[in-house]
């Protein structure tokens, strides 16, 4: 990398920070890596069984289907700011709105799809639309440090959430972590979170293309929605994240419920869980650096075809303390690429002009797999007592859906 190529984070850091607690206390990562941990105190108190708990997921991914490509049109049209503020309020008055449950699994299910709506504003497709047109040379690295916040507040939330339901009870530990977003996120965004296209930062951008004459805004090309949805890169894209994330996203949630069915106390399994959260850091900062130096496909089949040994090990009959480990750290890192990759590979093969929309329509059918895995591992989980067998099916999910992404080909030039 040349020393000059590193100007593009003198300018651009304020977008990173407020991305990195924006993406980590929004949508993507807070209702996944707490539900597991909030199952428990819901099933005592309202005799609910692991797939009425996880069915909420299924309403939420289906409302994202129609919701994320949504937003990203209103992201692109309104602009990543105003999208990014208005959802985080609105986010977390919605997920404080779970602490009023009574007990009712329509009114549940009902605070899962307007979730869905309300904060889909948070999810990276936002966020990575400003950080992509402030990096390019570096746009890997800018994008795995941006989403580092998934990680950060993934092992956070989980451990922050079952300390509050212990010494305070499950409803106090919704409120707590509900106002994450409208206390520390809300207010960073307001005051650095801002695109290249911002008038208030007309003096600062100008400064970025003189000191990186390599530097591209890129904000007004490349192919719109329909040319998108006509391409067969997209559909392959989105045959193998649905995959890829029915295989991550499926165990992630039940860990808690997995690791408690392996012999481990509930305290051990929240501390294993939660360690998942550390290892998506690692995997974030090693992806986006990668990313900028190697073809990202061939990158993305390496990375995400080794968290296929999680679900061996996680099979074991005897599942030791240390295997358990291994197996958390290695998913973790599979988590950390995906996220990084899908918007790296949109801005590379589909360009910036409709980035947010294309990326939401991608993210529809990577929450499919999100979504529903939750469900079906706790489904095999009521009908067999094991994870056993649903783990060896995400085993295979791992590979095919991983493969694929070698016949991408090169990245397409958009006149950057």
Known sequence: MKKRNLKEFKFGWPVILSSTLGIGLGMSPLPFYTIGVFAIPLSQKFGWGMDIIMGGLTFFTIAALFSSPLIGYVADKIGARKTALWSLTLFGLTFIA?????????????????????????????????????????????????????????????????????????RMAYLGVGLLPLLIALPVAYFFFRDTDDPKVADKVAKLKKEVPNHSKGNKTGLSVAQALKDWKFWLLAFSFILISFAIGGPIPNLEKLLSSKGFDIGDAVILASSIGYAVLIGRLIGGYLLDRFWAPAVAFILLSVPALSCYLLQSADLSYTNALIAVIVLGFGAGVEYDLMAYLVSRYFGMKNYAAIYGFLYGFFAMGAGFGPVIFGK?????????????????????????????????????
């Open 380 to 416: 095999f989980f009521a009908n067999t007592g094991s994870y056993d067998t649903i783990l060896g099916y995400a085993m295979i999910a791992f590979l095919v859906g991983s493969f694929p992404l070698l016949f991408l080909g090169k990245y397409r030039n958009f006149g950057e």
């Open 98 to 170: 779970f602490s009023f449950n009574n007990g009712s699994p329509i009114l549940y299910y009902a605070i899962w799809v307007t979730m869905a709506f309300a904060g889909a504003g948070t999810l990276p497709m936002t966020w990575t639309r400003a950080i992509n047109n402030w990096f390019n040379e570096n746009r890997g690295l800018a994008l795995g440090l941006s989403l580092l916040g998934t990680g950060l507040f993934g092992a956070f939330a989980k451990l922050y959430a079952y300390s509050l339901i212990e010494n305070f009870g499950w």
